[in-house]
Nanobody, 118 residues
């Protein structure tokens, strides 16, 4: 079984910053995709940012609404830990942020709440 544990969600004012963390543990040897999705109230879950491991290396994909503001990074010492640095947060960034990992099967974390409000 694989577990994904997120942390870092909070209430923050517009224009502020947050850093989310996710670490995977359990019976897993690697991943093909790892990153973050989010879901706002009444909306579908959407891509925030993911790493994809392929033959040519690791590529990063960002959702259009977060490009230039969010940065996905990896832990150099732990290939099962990823971080999401979120800057210049907007009210529309409010939602539950889910860590995601795919290695054959897809795994989701329990989610961490991010609320952007004054």
């Amino acid at each position: 079984q694989v577990q994904l544990v997120e942390s870092g969600g909070a209430l923050v004012q517009p224009g502020g910053s947050l850093r989310l963390s996710c670490e995977a543990s359990g019976k897993i040897l690697g991943w093909n995709v790892m990153g973050w999705y989010r879901q706002a109230p009444g909306k579908q879950r959407e891509l925030v940012a993911t790493f994809t491991s392929g033959a040519s290396g690791i590529s990063t994909t960002y959702g259009d609404s977060v490009k230039g503001r969010f940065t996905l990074s990896r832990d150099s010492a732990n290939k099962f830990a990823v971080y999401l640095q979120m800057n210049n947060l907007k009210s529309e960034d409010t939602g539950v942020y889910y860590c995601y990992l795919r290695r054959g099967m897809a795994y989701w974390g329990q989610g961490t709440q991010v609320t952007v409000s004054s």
